[in-house]
Nanobody, 123 residues
Framework: QVQLVESGGGLVQAGGSLRLSCAASGRISRYHMGWFRQAPGREREFVAAIAWSGVTTDYSDSVKGRFTISRDNAKNTVYLQMNSLRPEDTAVYSC?????????????????WGKGTLVTVSS
């Protein structure tokens, strides 16, 4: 069983940066990890994923070049560095753990979820 807790959300101006963290209670070293987000009135969408080894990553087109996903298996923690934030990045960001690597990274394929952290980007 894996429990995930996100932190690092908050209010930031457009163009600013935030780093989200996802701390796991269980060992996540053999799980691939992902970040998803859900804006008000919209469906949850994929943001980024990282393989268990940390070598392979994938990003949605909307965040590619601005966000970076990373992990520290020794600390059981996954990170999402978000730069050049835009108002349309405003959402609740949730991390997830999953077993089978490969796009599309649909939310239905995730095995464990955190409750999320709110990111608000003001214009």
């Amino acid at each position: 069983q894996v429990q995930l807790v996100e932190s690092g959300g908050g209010l930031v101006q457009a163009g600013g940066s935030l780093r989200l963290s996802c701390a796991a209670s269980g060992r996540i070293s053999r799980y691939h990890m992902g970040w998803f987000r859900q804006a008000p009135g919209r469906e949850r969408e994929f943001v980024a994923a990282i393989a268990w080894s940390g070598v392979t990553t994938d990003y949605s087109d909307s965040v590619k070049g601005r966000f970076t996903i990373s992990r520290d298996n020794a600390k059981n923690t996954v990170y999402l560095q978000m730069n050049s934030l835009r108002p349309e990045d405003t959402a609740v960001y949730s991390c997830a753990a999953f077993s089978a690597w490969g796009p599309p990274f649909h939310s239905s394929r995730m095995d464990y979820w955190g409750k999320g952290t709110l990111v608000t980007v003001s214009s």
